[in-house]
């Protein structure tokens, strides 16, 4: 949520902003605001509504060109989202301009210093009190990073903060505190933004931000230093996608670009996992084979779908190594006093490394003493770097808010995972995990095969988008796709969609069965485990009796399933733990399709973020 851009070199500042600004659009915004550094002054404009408001507002009151500027786009947390409330956020005297992703949980007390000495405070925001505090310390150091280390060691909660004064005419100044924020270092020129998205374009050579550090951008160079004034230690790396992985390529929506691009960003996944002596390697593992070989329990934390990642990964772990695998959404994690020790491994799993629920549950195990693996997409991220191993997606940049190809390569990368566990503690022999390697390397060409095939799910959605509910059953890992399903469809086409075990129907689901009632069942696969192919073959039977009109996606070759499917969706045939893979697929152009027919917005749904850095 929240996107930040900064700027500071030779270019318009305004331009490389805005532009900036609409690559992190995907992020999920309800406002957008700029200010620039001209004549000696500072100049901002800010509208509620999507970019084009403001793009509007620039051109009515245009600002003068300066070469310094701040951007962002907001999405409401405190106070609604109206022009007062949007960012950027100044000073009773013009002079600051502060934007800013996260909350501080302490602005009320703060706020109440504040008036009482004297400032006027014009929005509801917990943002506009550092513009205010920001100008008290700049006027006793005359020195805006020094005043934001000063600030920002009052400040309680999570936040990124950006700012620039009009004293400092080429600074911009930054703060990190659990929320994201990467710089960009250019010839002669620097970038602050949230995501190396909004300055891909002019530069891939980026430094990673760690925790509670301030950031001070000149054309000629970049400083980082410690909340207490100490130099800071950074890590410089280089982006290797460019802005064209960014951009729509043809398509319509970024989700049918990301769906289409999931062959490949499988298939970048498993690339290089295997060394030269034939075994299954991570990216950075700092847990010795001896500690894993101790573990006698995994816990996943996840939000959203990569819970349901999460959740299938929980059949592989068992599987394959033995050993008890819980999971648990991140948001509830902490709260309930989970038993963790130092032979607990938790696996963290987040595609863009700054989920806060998340991080604070992988913060919550490190200080129990057990040991963090982050399956991640973005490369110096928080999450990957607080923790012990990690293993990259190498999807490359997911711009729609509903995720699909981030989906995908978590599985896969879940699957390595599994297979690693089991390579270390002797439960998987290597020829074994070679085959199950091979296995997934011919998941990239079954899900181009499943895309070839979706022009008539495509017609199905379309003859949906009058109706209210939709539910989806499955069995085994079944029953997470299911689950993936109702989600993509409540977040794209706003609708009642409900995800269950389908053993569970008879306890209570099944009351909801009425006539016409469009049912998802995705059936498992009839070899090797006959009987649960059996037992949902029954479900289905269950519900077309009571009048529902039965979707079924079922590999090929599977004729049980015919007489009882109004529409059958097939699939190629797959190991049965990596059926997931090719499984969800057609969900996902369903969702898109149906959210499309009902005329909504596909890659930013409502009251949506795609990066949720607050709990």
């Given at each position: 949520m929240c996107g930040?851009?900064?700027?500071?070199?030779?270019?318009?500042?305004?331009?490389?902003?805005?532009?900036?600004?609409?690559?992190?659009?995907?992020?999920?915004?309800?406002?957008?605001?700029?200010?620039?550094?001209?004549?000696?002054?500072?100049?901002?404009?800010?509208?509620?509504?999507?970019?084009?408001?403001?793009?509007?507002?620039?051109?009515?009151?245009?600002?003068?060109?300066?070469?310094?500027?701040?951007?962002?786009?907001?999405?409401?947390?405190?106070?609604?989202?109206?022009?007062?409330?949007?960012?950027?956020?100044?000073?009773?005297?013009g002079r600051v301009a502060v934007v800013h992703n996260g909350i501080i949980e302490n602005f009320a007390v703060l706020r109440g210093e504040l008036l009482e000495r004297g400032h006027e405070l014009t929005s509801e925001t917990d943002t506009e009190v550092v513009a205010h505090l920001l100008a008290e310390e700049f006027s006793a150091t005359a020195d805006l990073?020094?005043?934001?280390?000063?600030?920002?060691?009052?400040?309680?909660?999570?936040?990124?903060?950006?700012?620039?004064?009009?004293?400092?005419?080429?600074?911009?100044?930054?703060?990190?505190?659990?929320?994201?924020?990467?710089?960009?270092?250019?010839?002669?020129?620097?970038?602050?933004?949230?995501?190396?998205?909004?300055?891909?374009?002019?530069?891939?050579?980026?430094?990673?931000?760690?925790?509670?550090?301030?950031?001070?951008?000149?054309?000629?160079?970049?400083?980082?230093?410690?909340?207490?004034?100490?130099?800071?230690?950074?890590?410089?790396?280089?982006?290797?996608?460019?802005?064209?992985?960014?951009?729509?390529?043809?398509?319509?929506y970024f989700m049918l670009k990301e769906i289409a691009e999931q062959p490949k960003a499988v298939s970048d996944t498993l690339l290089g996992r295997i060394d030269a002596a034939g075994n299954l390697t991570l990216d950075e593992v700092r847990i010795s084979a001896s500690e894993l070989r101790e573990m006698d329990k995994v816990v996943i934390v996840a939000c959203g779908t990569a819970f349901h990642a999460g959740m299938i990964a929980k059949y592989a772990i068992e599987h394959w190594t033995r050993i008890p695998c819980e999971v648990e959404l991140a948001s509830e994690f902490r709260y309930r006093d989970p038993i963790l020790d130092a032979q607990t491994l938790v696996i963290a799993i987040s595609q863009s490394g700054e989920t806060m629920d998340t991080l604070m549950a992988l913060r919550h195990a490190r200080e129990q003493g057990s040991k963090v693996l982050a399956i991640c997409n973005t490369n110096g991220s928080t999450i990957p770097r607080e923790s012990d191993a990690v293993l990259y997606t190498h999807a490359g940049?997911?711009?729609?808010?509903?995720?699909?190809?981030?989906?995908?390569?978590?599985?896969?990368?879940?699957?390595?995972?599994?297979?690693?566990?089991?390579?270390?503690?002797?439960?998987?022999w290597g020829d074994e995990v070679r085959a199950v390697i091979r296995d997934l390397s011919q998941i990239g060409g079954a899900v181009e095969q499943v895309l070839q095939t979706m022009e008539p799910v495509r017609e199905l959605a379309r003859s949906l988008a009058d109706k209210n509910t939709v539910l989806f059953l499955?069995?085994?890992?079944?029953?997470?796709?299911?689950?993936?399903?109702?989600?993509?469809?409540?977040?794209?086409?706003?609708?009642?969609?409900?995800?269950f075990?389908?053993?569970?129907?008879?306890?209570?689901?099944?009351?909801?069965?009425?006539?016409?009632?469009?049912?998802?069942?995705?059936?498992?696969?009839?070899?090797?485990?006959?009987?649960?192919?059996?037992?949902?073959?029954?479900?289905?039977?269950?519900?077309?009796?009571?009048?529902?009109?039965?979707?079924?996606?079922?590999?090929?070759?599977?004729?049980?399933?015919?007489?009882?499917?109004?529409?059958?969706i097939r699939i190629p045939v797959t190991p049965t733990l990596l059926q997931p893979l090719v499984a969800t697929v057609p969900l996902q152009v369903f969702a898109c399709e149906l959210a499309t027919a009902r005329g909504n917005e596909v890659d930013q749904p409502r009251n949506l973020a795609k990066s949720v850095t607050v709990e």
């Open positions: 930040i851009v900064g700027y500071v070199g030779s270019q318009s500042a305004l331009e490389v902003v805005m532009a900036g600004l609409k690559r992190l659009e995907y992020r999920g915004y309800d406002s957008a605001g700029v200010a620039v550094l001209a004549d000696g002054g500072l100049a901002a404009a800010k509208k509620a509504g999507k970019l084009v408001n403001l793009e509007k507002e620039l051109v009515e009151k245009p600002l003068p060109t300066g070469s310094t500027g701040i951007g962002h786009t907001r999405w409401a947390t405190h106070g609604g989202p109206t022009d007062a409330n949007a960012h950027p956020h100044l000073d009773n005297a990073a020094e005043a934001m280390r000063l600030v920002c060691r009052r400040l309680e909660g999570a936040f990124t903060l950006v700012a620039v004064h009009a004293d400092e005419p080429d600074v911009v100044v930054g703060a990190r505190r659990n929320s994201p924020l990467v710089v960009g270092v250019g010839e002669g020129e620097a970038f602050l933004a949230s995501d190396v998205a909004a300055f891909i374009a002019h530069t891939r050579s980026a430094i990673e931000l760690g925790q509670d550090q301030v950031v001070e951008l000149r054309r000629d160079g970049v400083t980082v230093t410690g909340f207490d004034g100490r130099p800071a230690e950074v890590r410089s790396y280089n982006v290797d996608w460019d802005a064209a992985a960014a951009e729509k390529g043809g398509y319509d940049p997911e711009v729609a808010v509903a995720s699909t190809k981030a989906f995908l390569t978590q599985l896969v990368a879940c699957y390595l995972v599994a297979l690693y566990l089991g390579q270390v503690r002797g439960t998987k499955g069995r085994h890992v079944g029953y997470p796709v299911a689950l993936e399903g109702a989600l993509k469809l409540k977040e794209l086409a706003y609708m009642h969609a409900e995800g075990a389908a053993g569970e129907l008879k306890h209570g689901p099944i009351a909801l069965i009425d006539e016409d009632l469009p049912v998802v069942v995705v059936v498992p696969s009839p070899r090797g485990r006959s009987l649960l192919h059996d037992k949902i073959v029954s479900n289905i039977q269950e519900i077309r009796a009571r009048g529902a009109r039965t979707i079924v996606i079922a590999e090929e070759g599977d004729e049980a399933v015919v007489p009882y499917a109004d529409h059958l």
